[in-house]
């Protein structure tokens, strides 16, 4: 249906599309201390960028911010442009937690669920 419309209306559809799921969206991607991106879409192995605002190609580790909240520390291992969107495809998602983990098993609000004998 959109092949009937005119180019230029296409283009303002597609910037208009893009600023709403700009302002939907709260979650943001950062490369380093100073670049960060607007996440479009998130979805269980991936998510898109605006090809616009980013590089052509994102490679690497970065950080995954929902709000002010650090969600996800991912490995991207594929990117490419698709429909004005950089499609990016991370190998792990690793959950950031903000406590250190645990090396025993927590037997309930006890503490340890016991200890090893002295040898």
Not at 75 to 101: M, W, Y
């Amino acid at each position: 249906m959109l092949e009937y419309l005119p180019k230029e209306l296409r283009e303002h559809l597609d910037i208009a599309r893009k600023r709403q799921q700009r302002r939907r969206s709260k979650m943001r991607v950062e490369l380093g201390d100073a670049l960060v991106y607007p996440v479009l879409r998130f979805w269980r192995d991936g998510f898109s960028l605006d090809a616009g605002l980013v590089p052509a190609r994102l490679r690497g580790f970065v950080d995954l911010y929902d709000g002010p909240r650090h969600v996800f520390q991912c490995l991207i291992v594929a990117s490419e442009v698709q429909d004005g969107e950089l499609v990016c495809e991370f190998k792990r998602a690793t959950p950031v937690s903000n406590r250190a983990p645990l090396d025993y098993w927590r037997g309930g609000d006890e503490g340890p669920a016991g200890y090893l004998p002295s040898a």
